[in-house]
T-cell receptor, first 111, second 115 residues
Framework: DAKTTQPPSMDCAEGRAANLPCNHS???????VYWYRQIHSQGPQYIIH???NNETNEMASLIITEDRKSSTLILPHATLRDTAVYYC????????????FGKGTRLSVIA | KAGVTQTPRYLIKTRGQQVTLSCSPI?????VSWYQQTPGQGLQFLFE???????NKGNFPGRFSGRQFSNSRSEMNVSTLELGDSALYLC??????????????FGSGTQLSVL
């Protein structure tokens, strides 16, 4: 079972920041937080991941709380092409563990 | 650099038949994982291969099998197809698959319809 909880859906106005929350209250010290997204009928696309520190790349920023029990994915300027299902995944660093997907958050970017 | 390539993109089969799906990982990647995605169950892990050996397996019946070749290309096979096997089958590759901070890159998938 997925170890994360996400809201089923969110809306965001085009050009505004999209903030997607994720709860992972049972996360262990050696588990990473990953974010993927899936646009309809395509394969999941890697967005960003982190362990303890906040991370930023060309696509998004990942903010992890100090106790690591929750995180937020931030898309700074959402576009219509960011409409997708966003998955927050917790993955162990020990051994070859697969990604366990939950139901994710369906983000709709509205013009 | 080419991404993960899955063939065919679409496939239609009838119940009782078997099917083979193919996946070519990103060049240099040695770990290949397979996932099944259905509207009801979401994305579920099937199995993972590394150096031609199955290293990890999800909770699927024995009708689902796979293999990996020496060039890291992988195939999965589903025998005696059932209507419930209709799904998007996704392949993902990574360098070694052993570290939690290793990204997985997914292909576009094969959409299998069983009639």
């Amino acid at each position: 079972d997925a170890k994360t909880t996400q809201p089923p859906s969110m809306d965001c106005a085009e050009g505004r920041a999209a903030n997607l929350p994720c709860n992972h209250s049972t996360i262990s010290g050696n588990e990473y937080v990953y974010w993927y997204r899936q646009i309809h009928s395509q394969g999941p696309q890697y967005i960003i991941h982190g362990l303890k520190n906040n991370e930023t790349n060309e696509m998004a920023s990942l903010i992890i709380t100090e106790d690591r029990k929750s995180s937020t994915l931030i898309l700074p300027h959402a576009t219509l092409r960011d409409t997708a299902v966003y998955y927050c995944i917790v993955r162990s660093d020990s051994g070859n563990t697969p990604l366990v997907f939950g139901k994710g958050t369906r983000l709709s970017v509205i013009a | 650099k080419a991404g993960v390539t899955q063939t065919p993109r679409y496939l239609i089969k009838t119940r009782g038949q078997q099917v083979t799906l193919s996946c070519s990982p990103i060049s240099g990647h040695r770990s290949v994982s397979w996932y099944q995605q259905t509207p009801g169950q979401g994305l579920q892990f099937l199995f993972e291969y590394f150096s031609e050996t199955q290293r990890n397996k999800g909770n699927f019946p024995g009708r689902f099998s796979g293999r990996q070749f020496s060039n890291s290309r992988s195939e999965m096979n589903v025998s005696t197809l059932e209507l419930g096997d209709s799904a998007l089958y996704l392949c993902a590759s990574s360098w070694s698959g052993v570290k939690g901070n290793e990204k997985l890159f997914f292909g576009s998938g094969t959409q299998l319809s069983v009639l």
